[in-house]
């Protein structure tokens, strides 16, 4: 059973979990227990889910999951929130990387190393350490990365060609990539030359931030770390996609929909998307992938998004079924699973390093590989401090919509966006 919960939606699931029971070590699951998973993005996940649930229930017959979706992280994140505050958590939550902080800080996201350790060494069932360390805030391990992912460009080969450029060269800088943007935007018949996912969270954001060797806050986090240059550099290269390069103020969906039909020339977004990608083009056109620009090439990173199994369950029996789960989706299988149906990046490193896994997978499907490259320099997607941090993400997108619809200059946005954030950090005694 799968739900899709949406924001104007009335929220009022029935997850009746025992309430004020310990959390001892791991019981045995009964037969016949059932638990509710919650994930988000299933315009992304789904596929990927749906495989895992299908495998695992030949395995673990007794166990039911019913599933729970909200459209987007945001929302999923405010889901928990309200459903921690009248005690009908779901037993497992998969959560963006960048919410899993306010679970550790409000307790609500339970410590996952002592059930790793009861289970042997962590690394000899492929969670290295820095695939570890994707869902470990507060001090302790609030979740399992499920899904790793980072920005990449997509592009329609024939276009390029038509615009004069090559395809199988095409530009390592902001500069070629804007030129050659606004030559497909030339074109006519309804054709943009680029479209850059700027709106729903700050992700595509911290990209060009990080890619400038900027950060999201100071060392302490006292402070926004935005207001510099390599802040303002970011939003002048949003306006620049905009005033150069014609980039159209669509919504993300609206934008994938043009990309598919040939009618723009290429898209920024998260690798996640390959699968979804390929799928929607078809035939229509040439499609291939590509990394993102290089921007600073000694300081320049890359957002490492994706998500992170949380374990909520309080019933022992339930709990027991969850982990079960989150190890099997987070394990080699589940992971191979995952990237095939998605275009993420695997969480576990025997899926990574075994080629029974994924090795033959990424040889033939190339369109996968650009991420993969980019992991050298990929850290872990920024998150907020504070129970403000879905507020913060929603009053910068809403400032970069000023840029975009050439509402504000950069200079303006810089100063705005710096001044209500700082109003929603949380207070340093």
Not at 5 to 24: E, F
Not at 180 to 196: E, F, H, Q, R, S
């Amino acid at each position: 059973m799968d739900t899709t919960i949406s924001r104007r939606a009335a929220i009022r699931v029935a997850w009746a979990l025992p309430v004020g029971l310990a959390m001892p070590a791991i019981a045995r699951a009964q037969a016949g227990t059932t638990i509710t998973v919650h994930y988000a993005q299933p315009f992304i996940y789904k596929d990927s889910y749906d495989a895992i649930l299908a495998e695992f229930a030949k395995r673990e017959p007794s166990i039911k999951v019913n599933t729970v979706t909200t459209p987007n992280y945001e929302e999923g994140a405010q889901l928990i929130l309200r459903q921690a505050a009248t005690n009908q958590l779901p037993d497992l939550s998969y959560q963006g990387f960048n919410r899993l902080r306010i679970f550790a800080e409000r307790g609500i996201a339970q410590d996952l190393a002592p059930l790793l350790r009861t289970e042997g060494e962590p690394v000899k069932a492929g969670y290295s350490p820095n695939l570890l360390a994707l869902g470990q805030f507060g001090g302790i391990q609030a979740g399992l990365a499920y899904a790793a992912s980072n920005p990449i460009c997509y592009y329609n080969a024939g276009l390029v060609k038509r615009a004069g450029g090559d395809p199988d060269n095409f530009p390592r800088d902001w500069d070629g990539v804007l030129a050659l943007a606004a030559k497909i935007d030339t074109l006519g018949d309804g054709t943009d030359g680029l479209w850059y996912t700027w709106n729903g969270d700050d992700w595509m954001f911290s990209a060009l931030l990080f890619g400038h060797g900027g950060r999201m806050l100071n060392a302490d986090e006292t402070d926004v770390g935005f207001a510099g240059p390599e802040g303002l550099a970011s939003l002048k290269l949003i306006e620049r996609m905009v005033k150069q390069a014609g980039m159209p103020n669509l919504t993300a969906a609206a934008a994938r929909q043009a990309f598919a039909a040939g009618k723009l020339g290429m898209i920024f977004q998260t690798t996640a998307l390959v699968r979804g990608t390929v799928s929607g083009v078809g035939q229509n056109f040439e499609l291939r992938t590509t990394g993102m620009p290089v921007i600073d090439a000694e300081k320049g990173r890359l957002p490492t998004g994706g998500a992170a199994g949380m374990l909520c369950a309080k019933d022992p029996a339930k709990r027991e079924a969850a982990w079960k789960f989150l190890r099997f989706s987070t394990g080699p299988e589940g992971q191979a699973m995952m990237v095939k149906n998605t275009g993420y990046l695997p969480c576990n490193q025997i899926a990574i390093d075994d080629p029974q896994y994924l090795g033959q997978f990424y040889r033939e499907n190339p369109l996968f590989v650009p991420s993969v490259k980019q992991i050298p320099i990929s850290i872990p997607w920024y998150a907020f401090p504070g129970s403000n941090s879905v507020r913060v993400t929603q009053t910068m997108v809403d400032n970069l919509a000023r840029i975009v619809e050439s509402r504000a200059t950069p200079e303006e946005v810089q100063k705005d966006m710096a001044t209500e954030v700082r109003r929603l950090l949380p207070r340093k005694s």
